[in-house]
Nanobody, 120 residues
């Protein structure tokens, strides 16, 4: 399984970005998916996750109401819509997949990171 993240960039505070993660293979819909991030000098943390059918989601408190995770199983693609971005959202964002939603905090697959930088 290969995961390819894209969509990062430089944006001003208050702006928006949409990250995408293309997943190879024919079994995307069997994976729970998530977005993680690692900011400067911080440990990698889970930002949001979504179950296999897209009916269960989780958001860390700091992004609730601003970020939206979604998936298109027909396109084998995971998305992260990020609105009202703040400088503290600056980080490398990683998409990841797990064979079960209960295991999403310790993913089985990782994509390469995409840099998100929010200027004040």
């Amino acid at each position: 399984v290969q995961l390819q993240a894209s969509g990062g960039g430089l944006v001003q505070a208050g702006g928006s970005l949409r990250l995408s993660c293309a997943v190879s293979g024919r079994t995307f819909l069997t994976y729970a998916m998530g977005w993680f991030r690692q900011g400067p000098g911080t440990e990698r943390e889970i930002v949001t996750s979504i179950n296999e059918r897209g009916r269960i989601t989780y958001y860390t408190d700091s992004v609730k109401g601003r970020f939206t995770i979604s998936r298109d199983n027909a396109k084998n693609t995971l998305y992260l819509q990020m609105n009202s971005l703040k400088p503290e959202d600056t980080a490398i964002y990683y998409c990841a997949g797990s064979r079960s939603y209960s295991g999403i905090n310790n993913p089985d697959f990782w994509g390469q990171g995409t840099q998100v930088t929010v200027s004040s």
